[in-house]
């Protein structure tokens, strides 16, 4: 006998704003499937553009065809940032702090970049001028600098 359950999921995350109402539909099996959220509050995605779907811990285990989730995938997995231009540079971790700095500014010329050494406090203000590009005692970057 097939069941199908929905139910409205209030996922708050950067890449899911909206509440999302998945369509899942369990064949065989008294337990419930959800999207399998990971530790930073993501959705895990297929190749098909569906959400991964795993039983909960307790549940045995049953065909992936018995599950048939219906959100999509988000495009992006990062957040949009309400800053203009480039706000990211990941390709600057284990570069030195000056040379990511100079590279941070050359590509955005809106934000100043500060070369700051990792423990150090800093103001929680959010500001799109602003890039904080973190090294360590060797003056590496260990962290991707990004605007705020």
């Known amino acids: 006998m097939a069941a199908s359950i929905s139910a409205t999921i209030s996922i708050f995350s950067p890449s899911f704003p909206q509440l999302q109402k998945p369509m899942i539909a369990t064949i065989g ?26 039983p909960i811990d307790d549940a045995p285990p049953t ?33 030195t702090g000056e040379v990511a700095a100079a590279i941070v500014e050359k590509e955005n010329p809106l934000v100043n970049a500060i070369v700051i050494l990792d423990g150090t406090p800093t103001p929680r203000n959010f ?10 005692t060797d003056g590496v970057v260990i962290r991707t600098p990004v605007s705020g």
Do not use: F, H, M
């Open 29 to 54: 099996s008294p337990y419930l499937r959800l999207p399998s959220i990971s530790k930073a509050g993501k959705v895990r995605c297929s190749v098909e553009d569906k959400p991964l779907v795993k």
């Open 63 to 95: 065909p992936e065809d018995d599950l048939t989730p219906q959100a999509p995938c988000p495009d992006e997995v990062t957040p949009q940032s309400p800053c203009p231009g480039k706000n990211s540079w990941p390709e600057l971790v284990g570069k």
């Open 127 to 136: 500001s799109c001028e602003r890039v904080w590009v973190w090294v360590n």
